[in-house]
Structures are given as structure tokens and as C-alpha cells.
T-cell receptor
């Protein structure tokens, strides 16, 4: 079965420090992986994706993610956290079943708190 | 700017009173999705349209219906809202097909059921 895991419900980091939000996946075949961010009472905003190519993907707002096939991980990173990065982060993988490739399988989300 | 628009942003209804939520898009995407999201949980897919082809999720209650009169618009109808249907409802669009990639979300409609 295809799945996505975000092992941490919450991550706390001091402003200016590097941050990492973890994501692991389980799919058959090559995964299409995504990160989204959700601010309070807002919709989800696309941050970045991995489809193929370079394992280090750069996205919006200074975020990047590293695809690691051997560890089946796609961790979200940022070199220097801002208080405004405090939000809910979701990792997702595209379902690869025939007829289901329009759907995303979502992680449970990680709440990031950046402290001043 | 191309975008996904949801109206209203906040909707209050009474227990059992039908309600319709609206979504429109200027992206000209083939696929439109409706998600339900409760209190910081992962979004739960209710159904989606691929062009005019309706795809319901197996666990979506019959109380939830959808209409897509044209490419740009999609509606979510809740026939008899219960207290448990209070949630954020998110509309999203995507390109579908072999190159199906990211989904683009609207700002959401927060539904309160009294």
C-alpha cells in the first residue's frame, strides 16, 4: 500500500536556526513527491515537488527538500528559519494506481513553530 | 493572476439546512477536487471531477454531492448538514492525465453548523 509518514507532530526551532521537517514514503515505482504549507484559516500552498532529476529540489520562500531513494525520504529544509515560517506543513505523494494518478496521498502534517 | 476562488470564505448554516459551497478557477485545469479538512488534520478527499467525469471516494457520505456545470465552476452541496460536517472545505485543481502534478488550492470555506 502507498503511504506517507510525517513522524513529528510538531517541530520547534529558534529563529535563525536551520529547520528540518521529516517525511518518509512508501510507494511502488518512482514517486512524485510534494510539500505544501498551510497558514491558519487558509488553503494549502504548494512549496516544491520532486518528479525526477536532481535530488535537491528548491522551492518557494527559501525552502528546499532532499529526495533520498535509499531511505525513502523527502525531508523539507530551510537554512535559516523565520517566525513567519510557523505553519502546518504537509508532505504528499501522488498515487500511482491506474486511474488514481490524479490523487495525492497525504501525510498527517507537522506543525512548525519558530520562536523569536 | 490565474487562481482558484472559493465563495463564501465563511458559511454558517443550521443543522439539516442544505448548503452549497462554490469554487471557480481561471487555470483551465481539467481536474477539480473537493476536500474536507478538520482542525489541522490532513485534507480528506471527498470527490473529484476529471472534465465531466465524476469520481466519488468510497467513504464519502451520500449527504455530500457535487456539480460541475462547466470547466471553470464546481459546487459542493451538503444536503443535510450535521454537526460533524463543520470543517474547512478546500477546492483544488490539477492538470490530470499522465503529467498529473501538483494541485492548486483555493483559500477554503469554513463551514459552521449550528
Amino acid at each position: 500500500a502507498q503511504s506517507v509518514a510525517q513522524p513529528e507532530d510538531q517541530v520547534n526551532v529558534a529563529e535563525g536556526n536551520p529547520l528540518t521537517v521529516k517525511c518518509t514514503y512508501s510507494v511502488s515505482g518512482n514517486p512524485y513527491l510534494f510539500w505544501y504549507v498551510q497558514y491558519p484559516n487558509r488553503g494549502l500552498q504548494f512549496l516544491l515537488k520532486y518528479i525526477t532529476g536532481d535530488n535537491l529540489v528548491k522551492g518557494s520562500y527559501g525552502f528546499e527538500a532532499e529526495f533520498n531513494k535509499s531511505q525513502t525520504s523527502f525531508h523539507l529544509k530551510k537554512p535559516s528559519a523565520l517566525v513567519s515560517d510557523s505553519a502546518l506543513y504537509f508532505c504528499a505523494v501522488r498515487a500511482l494506481n491506474a486511474g488514481n494518478n490524479r490523487k495525492l496521498i497525504w501525510g498527517l502534517g507537522t506543525s512548525l513553530a519558530v520562536n523569536p | 493572476d490565474a487562481m482558484v476562488i472559493q465563495n463564501p470564505r465563511y458559511q454558517v448554516t443550521q443543522f439539516g439546512k442544505p448548503v452549497t459551497l462554490s469554487c471557480s478557477q481561471t487555470l483551465n485545469h481539467n481536474v477539480m477536487y473537493w476536500y474536507q479538512q478538520k482542525s489541522s488534520q490532513a485534507p480528506k478527499l471527498l470527490f473529484h471531477y476529471y472534465d465531466k467525469d465524476f469520481n466519488n471516494e468510497a467513504d464519502t457520505p451520500d449527504n455530500f454531492q457535487s456539480r460541475r456545470p462547466n470547466t471553470s465552476f464546481c459546487f459542493l452541496d451538503i444536503r443535510s448538514p450535521g454537526l460533524g460536517d463543520a470543517a474547512m472545505y478546500l477546492c483544488a485543481t490539477g492538470t490530470g492525465g499522465i503529467s498529473a502534478n501538483e494541485q492548486f488550492f483555493g483559500p477554503g470555506t469554513r463551514l459552521t453548523v449550528l
